[in-house]
């Protein structure tokens, strides 16, 4: 990763964190575009400006004048059977994963620009469970395939200039998933679902974000690549 300008939605906790925390060590600048500080610490390469993405009526910050890479991390775990669910928690699930990455996309978009003749990089945050069927996600499942569906648009519309791709991360221990972690019993239970026998870390998903968003990625665009312990592809 070289020296340039990042910013990072939802990077003050969990992946985003992490993300921010591979960029910091090589980048001349990352903005964090979250509600709260959380556990970010900003100093003279990271800075935190607030804003809520999932507020239509919020007035977005300013990039940088040039953005090497633009990550969107903020994203909902609903799990509910679909008797269950109601048309309010679609609503919300859209709002923050496809909706809220609209308007980031839409605030970074004129300030995107690689360097050294190489494309700027976008990526996204998709989930196992678009590929895979799984019950109790239709509602997160059916805003991240819909995110997925723009990522493969925008990579098309906006080559060669900008690059944009997307993670697919299965359970990962974060805030989010708390409550599904919340015991040795329950963590034992999850790990043992997945060939590699754990659940994945934040530091796996911001790798993999962080060779997206870097120069060895430069022939990468239009897709989800996917990290979940071989959950999507092997059978054990």
């Known amino acids: 990763m070289t020296a340039g300008s990042f910013v990072v939605a939802g990077g003050s906790r969990g992946i985003g964190l992490a993300i921010v925390r591979h960029l910091a060590a090589h980048a001349a600048r990352v903005d964090v575009w979250s509600r709260a500080a959380d556990e970010l610490v900003a100093d003279g390469v990271v800075r ?75 990526v996204l945050f998709s989930t196992v469970a678009v590929g895979q069927g799984m019950p109790m996600h239709a509602s997160i499942a059916a805003a991240k395939g819909a995110v997925e569906g723009l990522v493969r648009s925008l990579a098309a519309e906006w080559a060669p200039r900008v690059r944009v791709n997307a993670v697919a991360p299965a359970l990962t221990d974060t805030g989010l998933a708390a409550r599904l972690l919340a015991s040795p019993e329950k963590r034992e239970a999850m790990a043992a679902r997945y060939p590699l026998k754990r659940v994945g870390s934040a530091d796996d998903a911001a790798a993999l974000a962080c060779f997206l968003l870097s120069e060895s990625s430069g022939w990468i665009t239009g897709q989800v690549v996917g990290v979940d312990g071989g959950l999507s592809t092997l059978r054990v």
Do not use: M, W
């Open 48 to 122: 935190h400006i607030p804003c809520d993405l999932a507020d239509p009526a919020a007035v977005l910050p300013e990039p940088p004048e040039a953005v090497e890479g633009a990550v969107y991390c903020p994203g909902t775990i609903t799990l509910k059977s679909f008797r269950s669910l109601d048309e309010a928690d679609f609503r919300h699930d859209l709002e923050v994963n496809l909706l809220g990455a609209v308007r980031f996309l839409k605030a970074c978009q004129p300030r995107l620009a690689g360097r050294d003749g190489r494309p700027a990089s976008v």
